[in-house]
């Protein structure tokens, strides 16, 4: 029997981005809140010290800031006439774990998604016809618009501390940024900090071919800032330790940074670790949610009652957990029907140029998650769909993030793999070359998708996730446009050589390969509860008590990185449950 | 010859006799509390408010779920001193305290036996505290504060300072006539600032310097050497009016944002200021803060002379560079500090604070620094300024000839000026960590 605790007005399972958002916000406005976070406290001073989160060995490869496999994996398949296996090495998606989530350990580049993602299904049948999508991509509208969000876009890039250069503010060009963003309100709240040299060299060759390269946004501090909570960033060192580590400098955009110190000087905000939810629960009633049961880190299993549940746990785990509480119909691709697991997507990164110079330094070791140039000149709404036959926009980009030993020794090809040859190149080759990036959207399909594995279990005994998924031809000639444009940029810039790597024809997905690590869908929003699992506030459309921020609630994914738009929907939730929901608890459509 | 004698045998028994009195007659107590209307009552939080602003759990509060309970150890020069326990329980507490015996335990450093207190008990500013103010803070003791039957541990000095008789002619040289407090400024602001400056706020306790009996040297801006900095455990609790005051510079705003949230464009506390921010300052009101800022900006005398002002450019020409063959402490403050403070130590506002010119990086004594550096410092959440900044320690990272190379360097860098330390004093204060 489980122990019950004492009720709670609201419970936040897992302490990332939306979480801590959440967390504050309903705690400024009285609301007892109690978060729940699997894994353990982080704070800068100690958990990131100087200089001892610099260990690329411990953190970037060793993922000690990772969920551990050995407590949770995923197990994958590629068709559903496969038998998915569970994981003992991921590279596409890191699961985080421990308080800030993977708000700790990311690489901060902070985007928005262009309007026409936002109502992609519309867009391209009003556009293109809806001949040009195939009978088995699942691709909607998401039932909230770009200038809905845009306020809360707006705030979000405020408490990450965003610093950049707009492009469109209220519809006004400002030739700086990037000129095909979507209108925002404001600029940035910090100025951009200025690429090194490799971003030089990458805009130079990009405008010579007609492109609209620009620096690109990212919530790492460029100066001292203080966000509207008070809560307080120093300037970046570019010691170049972002990815996969907690930032030693107080410099990225974090729940630790802009949001956790603030939520913690709330009475009513408690938060506890090493807690994991096994499962939400269901009231009597059959519309609303009745708690959480978690074991605690004695091993306990324990009740906590509470009127109203946030899911803001990591993008898989939140289906899981919808899964494990059987809150909503499980989706089945043979009848393409129910809602949780539906819609899948990864986002496409496979694609990638790298350029070697005999006669340029480019100090790799000088960097940050975000140093970086770009151009949006293939966004989605700048993209033929017709003509060029998929559905999707491709950011390019050169990003010079590190210059650590393990991960960013890139050689020429031909380069002798071990012995006299190999060092002999490390030696000549260190610090010589740039690399080039793709960066494009994925769409959904019906074959794609999440449900609970029928053989693996964790630790507790619940199946693990199962996670269907490959390639699709859309995916394929995405990524092989963005591809060939990378070569075209390469070859402007002149170098001694350069390597390729081009996504092949029928090439098959491979999870233990990094790629963006950015997963989504599983519990998407929607107009329609047939074929979404939450409506567009995020709330269930069956348990009204019950939110669900997170990339789960993507219906395919964006051409960009996710946080952006996560920190903007998770606003935007927050505004309905304060000024709505709160009020008069029911379903909000 | 005889009378010689007769004349030291008198002497002597005089002597006696006077000891005797002194240990023997009990001390006299100032004026009591003054008429008060009949049915004066305290206003709501009154009491509340003025034992934060006296930060009466700086000392009395060892364990933070017994508040006033007692028992932490407060380092003076003569030895441990353990703070009493103040709650109104009636065994171990005050809770049998009249009105006018607490007020002799504020003013005169009394308890009601006659006994005397250690003057770590800043009983020397108390003495300023209003009737009102003593009236509300006897109110909130005995009603509002939970009590709490737990003896604290006895304060055992060594020999002479464990006669506590000896305090009383102590007290007879240091002690005013004079209670409570008379407002000097004709100005309502600059008196108020003056009053939780000099009284319930005991700055001078810290920043002011004391004789050679411990006296000290001054207990408001009359006196010229009043808050012009001394130095507590090791911290320096700098100047705050002369020629090199900590504030120069400083507009009404920072001092007014350092105050409340330890932290501004120049500075971050550390030591016990950043405790007396945290536990005091940032809960005062913000007009009673203008009050302190305008006090200490209307006291600046800038006298004395000025410390000669040097480039700061040679040292960040040589950061700059980072030629391998630099001073190990320029290395190593490139290694360690560089990443957050920069070459040129400016560091960043209200984030990481400035090494160059700052008080704690020049002060005499470089203790301040020294734990700084091993220990690392965290700021308080504040409501302004809510996230808890930190620094990491160094402790585990450097030796002690290379904290005390890491010092020189800082002490010499940029526009700063101040003597070396050596590896020793670094390693005694290794072996002593700071605790607040």
Not at chain 1, 64 to 86: F, G, H
Not at chain 1, 354 to 382: H, V
Not at chain 2, 244 to 261: E, H, Q, R, V
Request: with cysteine; aromatic share 12%.
């Amino acid at each position: 029997m489980a122990i019950q605790q004492k009720k709670k007005n609201v419970v936040i399972v897992g302490l990332g981005w939306t979480g801590s958002i959440v967390g504050l916000e309903l705690a400024r406005e009285g609301y007892d809140v109690l978060a729940i976070e699997r894994g353990h406290d982080r704070n800068i001073v100690p958990n990131w010290s100087y200089p001892t989160t610099a260990d690329e060995l411990k953190y970037a490869l060793r993922l000690e800031e990772m969920e551990k496999l050995s407590n949770t994996t995923v197990t994958i398949r590629r068709s559903l006439s496969d038998t998915a296996l569970p994981y003992r090495q991921l590279g596409s998606f890191l699961i985080g774990t421990g308080v800030g989530g993977c708000g700790a350990h990311w690489n901060c580049q902070t985007w928005r998604a262009h309007p026409e993602e936002f109502h992609l299904r519309s867009y391209v049948e009003k556009t293109f016809g809806e001949q040009i999508i195939p009978e088995d991509m699942t691709i909607q509208d998401w039932g909230v618009s770009y200038n809905e969000l845009e306020p809360y876009y707006d705030f979000f890039e405020k408490v990450a501390g965003v610093a950049g250069e707009a492009g469109n503010i209220k519809g006004h060009k400002t030739g700086e940024g990037n000129p095909f963003e979507a209108w925002r309100s404001n600029t940035y709240p910090m100025p951009g900090g200025g690429v090194t040299y490799h971003g030089k060299l990458f805009a130079q060759a990009a405008k010579s071919l007609g492109y609209h390269p620009f620096a690109f946004p990212a919530a790492i501090a460029t100066q001292s800032y203080t966000n509207p909570y008070g809560m307080q960033m120093g300037p970046c060192n570019y010691c170049g330790y972002c990815e996969r580590f907690g930032c030693l400098n107080y410099s990225k955009g974090s729940p630790q940074m802009c949001v956790l110190a603030a939520a913690k000087r709330h009475k009513n905000f408690q938060y506890i670790t090493r807690s994991e939810v096994l499962r939400i629960e269901k009231s009597a009633n059959g519309e609303t949610v009745s708690g959480v049961t978690y074991i605690d880190p004695e091993g306990r299993e324990i009740f906590q009652p509470a009127d109203m549940v946030v899911l803001a746990s990591f993008q898989m785990n939140n289906v899981r957990l919808l899964l494990h509480s059987a809150l909503g119909q499980p989706y089945n691709p043979q009848t393409n029907e129910g809602v949780i697991g539906r819609n899948y997507a990864y986002q496409i990164n496979v694609g990638s140029a790298t350029a070697f110079f005999k006669d340029k330094n480019f100090n790799p070791f000088i960097g940050t998650g975000a140093n970086c140039m770009a151009l949006d000149d293939f966004a989605t709404n700048r993209i033929d769909f017709a003509k060029e036959g998929f559905i999707g926009g491709v950011r390019i980009d050169c990003n010079q993030t590190n210059g650590q030993p393990n991960r960013s020794l890139p050689l020429p090809t031909g380069t002798p793999a071990w012995g006299a040859g190999w060092k002999q190149a490390i030696g000549d080759w260190y610090g010589r070359n740039l690399g080039l990036g793709l960066h494009g959207s994925c769409m959904s399909y019906r074959d794609a998708y999440l449900d609970l594995d029928p053989t693996y279990k964790d630790k507790y005994g619940r199946p693990l996730m199962r996670m269907t998924f490959n390639w699709h031809e859309n995916d394929i000639k995405l990524a092989q446009f963005g591809s060939a444009r990378q070569e075209e940029i390469v070859k402007a810039l002149n170098p001694d050589s350069y390597n390729l790597r081009r996504m092949q024809d029928n090439e098959p997905y491979d999870a233990t390969a990094y790629q963006t690590t950015h997963t989504v869908g599983g519990a998407i929003m929607g107009e329609n509860p047939q074929n979404s699992a939450l409506n567009r506030y995020l709330q269930h459309w069956d348990y009204h008590n019950l939110f669900v921020p997170g990339a789960n609630a993507y219906p395919q994914n964006l051409e960009q990185n996710p946080t952006g738009t996560v920190g903007a929907l998770t606003y935007w939730m927050v505004a309905a449950i304060k000024n709505n929901y709160l009020k008069n608890p029911r379903p909000l459509v | 010859m005889r009378f010689l004698l007769k004349l030291i045998f008198w002497l002597v028994i005089l002597g006696i006799i006077a000891v005797l009195a002194i240990i023997l007659v009990p001390a006299h107590r100032s004026r009591p509390i003054a008429q008060l209307p009949e049915n004066y009552q305290s206003a709501e939080g009154r009491g509340q408010y003025m034992a934060i602003m006296a930060d009466c759990a700086a000392c009395h509060t060892g364990n933070s779920a017994q508040p006033f309970a007692g028992g932490k150890p407060i380092d003076s020069p003569f030895g441990k001193i353990y703070a009493s326990n103040i709650t109104p329980g009636k065994r171990y507490g005050i809770g049998n305290y009249s009105l006018e015996d607490f007020s002799a335990a504020l003013r005169d450093g009394l308890r009601p036996d006659g006994s005397h207190l250690y003057p770590a008990m800043p009983y020397d500013s108390y003495r300023k505290l209003t009737d009102e103010d003593i009236v509300a803070l006897y109110d909130y003791f005995m009603h509002n504060v939970q009590p709490v039957e737990q003896p604290v541990q006895k304060t055992a000095l060594v020999f002479p300072f464990n006669q506590r008789w000896g305090i009383r002619l102590w007290n007879w040289l240091v002690l005013r006539p004079e209670t409570g407090f008379t407002p000097p400024y004709n100005n309502a602001k600059l008196d108020r600032g003056a009053y939780i400056v000099e009284g319930p706020g005991h700055c001078g306790a810290c920043h002011t310097p004391r004789d050679i009996i411990f006296r000290q040297k001054g207990f408001d801006a009359s006196s010229p050497l009043y808050l012009t900095g001394s130095a507590v455990g090791g911290w320096s609790a700098p100047d705050l009016r002369g020629a090199n005051s900590a504030l120069a510079g400083w507009t009404d705003d920072d001092l007014k944002f350092y105050l409340t949230t330890g932290r501004n464009h120049y500075s971050s506390a550390a030591g016990p200021m950043n405790f007396a921010i945290r536990e005091s300052l940032q809960y005062l009101k913000s007009e009673d803060i203008d009050a302190i800022v305008a006090y200490l900006q209307h006291i600046q005398t800038k006298a004395g002379p000025q410390q000669p002002v040097r480039d700061a450019g040679s040292t960040i020409a040589m950061l700059t560079k980072a030629e391998p063959s630099m001073p190990l402490g320029a290395r190593l403050y490139l290694d360690n500090c560089g990443a957050c403070h920069f070459v040129n130590g400016l560091g960043a506002p209200e984030v990481f604070p400035r090494l160059d010119g700052a008080a704690i990086v020049n002060a005499e004594d470089a203790a301040g620094l020294i734990y700084v550096i091993l220990q690392g410092s965290r700021l308080p959440s504040t409501a302004l300024r809510p996230e808890d900044l930190a620094m990491p320690g160094f402790a585990w990272r450097l030796s002690d000839e290379e904290v005390s190379e890491l010092v020189n360097f800082l002490r010499t860098a940029w526009t700063n000026n101040a003597a070396p330390v050596t590896a020793e004093k670094v390693a005694k204060i290794r072996a002593q960590p700071y605790v607040d």
